[in-house]
Nanobody, 123 residues
C-alpha cells in the first residue's frame, strides 16, 4: 500500500520560508519520480515542482528562483523548500508519486497522492 505523508505546512508572513516534507512508503522510492502540486480554491491542482529519480528538476514559472525541490532516497522523503513566500502561494500543497515528464515538456502526475498540507501566506 502506497502512502505519502506530508508535513511542514502552516501560516507564515510574506517573505518568509517554509519547508514541506513528504515521507513515502510502499514504493521503490529511489526509482520513482516525485512531485509537489498545489490547489487553489475552486481550481485544479497545478504542478509546483517535479524531480525525477535521476534528480532532474522542473519548476513552475511562478516559483522558479524561490522554491527548491530535493529528495533524500535514504529517508524515502521528498522536500519542497519555499522561500520569499507571497500571499498568492497560499494553497493546499500535495505530494505526488510516479509522475512523468513527457518529451513534449509536459509533466503529468502519478497515481499516488498525499493528503495535502495547507500553506497560508499572510500579507
Amino acid at each position: 500500500q502506497v502512502q505519502l505523508v506530508e508535513s511542514g505546512g502552516g501560516l507564515v508572513q510574506a517573505g518568509g520560508s517554509l519547508r514541506l516534507s513528504c515521507a513515502a512508503s510502499g514504493i521503490s522510492f529511489s526509482i520513482t519520480n516525485m512531485g509537489w502540486y498545489r490547489q487553489f480554491p475552486g481550481k485544479q491542482r497545478e504542478l509546483v515542482a517535479h524531480i525525477t529519480s535521476g534528480v532532474y528538476k522542473v519548476y513552475a514559472d511562478s516559483v522558479k528562483g524561490r522554491f527548491t525541490i530535493s529528495r533524500d532516497n535514504a529517508k524515502n522523503t521528498v522536500y519542497l523548500e519555499m522561500n520569499s513566500l507571497k500571499p498568492e502561494d497560499t494553497a493546499v500543497y500535495y505530494c505526488n508519486a510516479g509522475g512523468t515528464r513527457l518529451i513534449t515538456g509536459t509533466t503529468t502526475p502519478g497515481r499516488w497522492w498525499g493528503q495535502g498540507t495547507e500553506v497560508t501566506v499572510s500579507s
